[in-house]
Structures are given as C-alpha cells and as structure tokens.
C-alpha cells in the first residue's frame, strides 16, 4: 500500500511508530483481545479504493484531496500491521 510519497516527518515520528511505542508500554494482550485484533481488517471497499487510488497515482491523476485520502488508507493500514504483529506474539508467547 506504500505507492505514495510520505509527508517529509521521520518514520519515528509517523502515527504507527508513535502508536506501536504506545502499545509497546502497554503490557501483554490477552489471547482473547489479540484474536480480536486479528480479526480486524480493511473493508473490502477500502481495498478496492486504495487499488483504485493507487492506479491513478501511477498514472499522475492523483487529487490533492485523492493522495490525502490515500495517505491515510495508508496509515490505517500501517497501524493494523503494527497490531496484527504484537498480537500474534501475544498469541506465540500464550
């Protein structure tokens, strides 16, 4: 999902580095909250208007308001790679 320049900040200082410090202080996950996490994913239309997005941008047709939008698909779909991560090692460590 990463086809699109990110703003100029430091990865350490993007919302999913900033959340996974976040969880990171925030103990061990429950087995049953960590399958919950799992659980969780981008719609099936939110994947299709990330790819839609994401074949305009190669193209160069991006809006202003079309690369927002698809900077932040991006960050959502950072921040449940960041939590889908932490709990399968809840899961592993269980």
């Not at 999913?16 to 099936?44: D, K, N, T, Y």
């Not at 994947?47 to 927002?68: C, D, F, H, I, Y």
Request: aromatic share 4%; net charge negative.
């Amino acid at each position: 999902m990463s086809d699109v320049s990110h703003t100029t900040s430091s990865p350490q200082f993007s919302e999913a580095a900033i959340f996974s410090r976040v969880v990171e202080q925030s103990g061990q996950l429950s087995v049953e909250l960590a399958g919950h996490i799992l659980s969780m994913g981008i719609s099936q239309r939110d994947q299709e208007r990330v790819q839609e997005l994401l074949e305009k941008n190669s193209q160069g047709n991006l809006t202003a308001s079309e690369r927002e939008e698809l900077e932040n698909l991006n960050h959502i779909a950072d921040l449940l790679s960041l939590w889908h991560s932490r709990a399968r090692r809840a899961l592993k460590t269980s």
